[in-house]
């Protein structure tokens, strides 16, 4: 199926005690849906997915698939470092209506390449939704080599990877060698570049904002219009940035407690922005006329 151009990594809406939000989920849901995204990542690592229950992700998925659809994908965050977990959270998603599940990198452990061919293919054959890949060896210490994704993109239900190596050479040579399988940039600020060789979309925190940008941005590239998708992409480099000064999702829920959208603080042991950093995420939404 199609699962989307620009796909927003969604952060999980908590209330002020710190407990599960499924009603600020739906609003959320429904705003990014109306504003540029055509997938969501439910329980992902934006969405602080190693603090959530089994419990907290299933009803989140349900809530979310309820909210929207038939209008987006919804692609329920199911990886984990352990094998048998991510199988049950699998099916878990399915049941809960999901179209798709994400499937990071098992992290800590830092399993061979042949662990993770293993890994990967357990979890893609016990299940018959797509299966979307994800490659950030910045947070799981281990990359996804190229021949293993060779092998792992000729598993049916393995549809695509979310790159977020930041090696666009290996990315062009993977849309090469394996054309089947799709590729989205899992980093904002390398979404142009990915889209030029061979991307076709982003799996975006900035989305939360600037949905329509970013779709936008997709759009120009898609009919050539090389230099307006440059202008848009300048013009949001500096809240690419800002959504980084700390560990994601803080900066991210920061901007959308300031625009009064379902948010809430994160969980520990994540902390909330700063004063200092809230500052700099209001200067630069002020900068794009946010707020």
């Known amino acids: 199926m ?12 908590f209330r002020p005690d710190g407990s599960l939000d499924l009603d600020g989920a739906r609003r959320l ?3 990014l849906v109306a504003n540029g995204s055509d997938g969501l990542v439910v329980a992902g690592t934006t969405g602080e997915a190693p603090t959530l229950t089994l419990d907290e992700k299933r009803d989140l998925w349900r809530a979310v698939a309820d909210a929207v659809r038939g ?22 998603a399915e049941e809960a209506g999901a179209d798709a599940v994400l499937v990071v990198t098992p992290y800590y452990s830092k399993p061979p390449q042949t662990g993770l061919l293993a890994h990967f293919t357990a ?10 890949l994800y490659d950030i060896p910045g947070r799981t210490a281990t990359k996804i080599a190229h021949a293993t994704l060779l092998e792992l993109a000729k598993v049916p239900t393995i549809v695509g990877v979310k790159d977020a190596a930041g090696d666009l050479s290996g990315t062009a040579k993977l849309a090469v ?7 989205w940039s899992g980093d ?15 799996v975006s925190v900035a989305s939360h904002l600037v949905g329509n940008r970013l779709a936008e941005m997709v759009a120009a590239h898609d009919k050539g219009d090389v ?8 013009e949001l480099v500096p809240l690419y940035e800002v959504l980084f000064i700390t560990a994601n999702p803080i900066p991210v829920k920061a901007a959308l407690n300031m625009l009064g959208l379902p948010a809430g603080p994160v969980r520990l042991p994540l902390v909330d922005a ?13 900068g794009l006329g946010l707020i």
């Open 2 to 13: 199609d699962l989307g151009r620009v796909i927003t990594a969604m952060v999980t809406p």
């Open 29 to 31: 849901a429904e705003h």
């Open 71 to 92: 209008r987006a994908a919804v692609i329920a965050g199911t990886g984990t470092y352990s094998t048998a977990e991510s199988i049950e959270l699998t099916h878990m």
């Open 123 to 132: 979890v893609a054959s016990a299940t018959s939704l797509p299966v979307v």
């Open 177 to 183: 060698e394996a054309p089947g399988l799709r590729i």
């Open 188 to 202: 904002d600020a390398l979404t142009l570049p990915m889209l030029a060789v061979g991307g076709i979309g982003v």
């Open 227 to 234: 230099e307006r998708a440059a202008q848009i992409n300048r």
């Open 274 to 286: 700063t004063e200092q950093e809230q500052a700099r995420v209001r200067s630069v939404l002020a």
